[in-house]
């Protein structure tokens, strides 16, 4: 049987009392009662439980997402996870919340995480496009022990926060092959949508979607990366345009989380049926699009799993204990009207 905080007292030499103080660390113990509690902890083995020292100390974890606040159907779908989850894990002494930011302003994420009380929030799971101020202030969290997870776009040289989403090389290199199996070999250009490229997770799609296509399918063009910055007008004045200057576009891989805005721009130009469209996310407007055909393939990663992982991992970072790795991996998803 694993060793008791009653056999860790005999052991240390000292009472009961005194283990709990350490164990917990409460004040009004010397340090020389410290220094022999924790040598007993690693003679004889003894296994701290952090959720018994939490319920102990009547301790909540208070977790927060910091979201966008810019979107669309999919970021529905991760704010409605919160909200699920929210409700479930009060009983399980988590305090879960959203909030919703302005991202495209870097110095003004920067001036929110900054704000941010280490005596009100454990941990802090920030979705943001990379950039110098951001991953400066998320640095700054982490040196006052505030948990950060990258949630679905990360921060480059940035690997003190853990990460929670798909290998989104991965993810664009499988959208690179879809398209190019779905082509069947007719040569022409590929539109390619994002809502902004200054996100890693969008620059590492286009990139692995640009080295599949040039490794295996020459016959096709890869076109500039159109940013729609989350502005249906914008769109709908941009990707006509695209279309009628390039009249031999074959396919459209829209790379962002949200699709809605740049295929319905799209669609008032030409007919989606006759064209190769790979998107990313399941929402109600990507599976209806599969469902009626303006749409092959659809490569998605669960929301419910990337918000349950992002909890997970910010409580044993809380624990100080390693998040079971194999757990919190996010797997691609390749959804077609068949499998649906």
């Known amino acids: 049987m694993r060793p008791t905080a009653k056999d860790l007292a005999e052991a240390a030499g000292v009472s009961l009392a005194t283990v709990d103080r350490v164990l917990n660390d409460r004040?009004?113990?010397?340090?020389?009662?410290?220094?022999s509690v924790n040598e007993a902890i690693e003679r004889i083995g003894f296994i701290r439980n952090p959720a018994a020292?939490?319920?102990?100390?009547?301790?909540?974890?208070?977790?927060?997402?910091?979201?966008?606040?810019?979107?669309?159907?999919?970021?529905?779908?991760l704010s409605q996870r919160v909200k699920e989850l929210k409700a479930v894990l009060k009983a399980d002494l988590t305090e879960v919340d959203y909030v919703q930011i302005s991202v495209d302003d870097a110095h003004g994420v920067?001036?929110?995480?900054?704000?941010i009380d280490e005596e009100e929030i454990d941990g802090v799971a920030l979705m943001a496009p990379e950039s110098p101020q951001v991953r400066d202030a998320v640095a700054r969290l982490l040196e006052r022990n505030i948990k950060v997870v990258q949630f679905l776009?990360?921060?480059?040289?940035?690997?003190?926060?853990?990460?929670?989403?798909?290998?989104?090389?991965?993810?664009?290199?499988?959208?690179?092959k879809l398209i190019g199996r779905f082509t069947c070999g007719k040569p022409g250009k590929v539109m390619v949508v994002a809502e902004t490229m200054q996100s890693m997770d969008s620059i590492q799609r286009r990139h692995g979607f640009d080295t599949k296509i040039n490794e295996q399918f020459p016959y096709l063009q890869c076109l500039p990366s159109i940013e729609t910055h989350a502005d249906e007008a914008r769109a709908g004045q941009i990707i006509p345009r695209v279309l009628d200057n390039n009249?031999?576009?074959?396919?459209?891989?829209?790379?962002?989380?949200?699709?809605?805005?740049?295929?319905?721009?799209?669609?008032?130009?030409?007919?989606?049926?006759n064209l190769v469209v790979v998107a990313h996310e399941r929402t109600p407007f990507t599976q209806a699009a599969l469902c009626d055909n303006r749409i092959d393939a659809v490569i998605a990663q669960d929301p419910g799993h990337a918000v349950r992982s992002a909890i997970r991992i910010m409580r044993a970072r809380s624990d100080a204990r390693e998040p079971l790795a194999a757990q919190e991996r996010i797997r691609i998803e390749v959804l077609l009207k068949e499998n649906l």
């Open 27 to 35: 004040p009004n113990v010397s340090k020389k009662a410290v220094r």
């Open 53 to 77: 020292v939490s319920l102990a100390r009547n301790k909540s974890y208070r977790f927060r997402f910091v979201l966008p606040r810019s979107g669309d159907l999919y970021l529905r779908e």
């Open 110 to 115: 920067a001036k929110y995480l900054q704000g």
């Open 153 to 176: 776009s990360g921060q480059e040289k940035l690997p003190e926060a853990d990460f929670v989403g798909v290998d989104n090389f991965a993810a664009g290199a499988t959208a690179g």
């Open 247 to 273: 009249r031999d576009i074959v396919a459209i891989y829209v790379l962002s989380s949200e699709a809605r805005v740049p295929l319905v721009a799209a669609a008032a130009k030409v007919d989606l049926v």
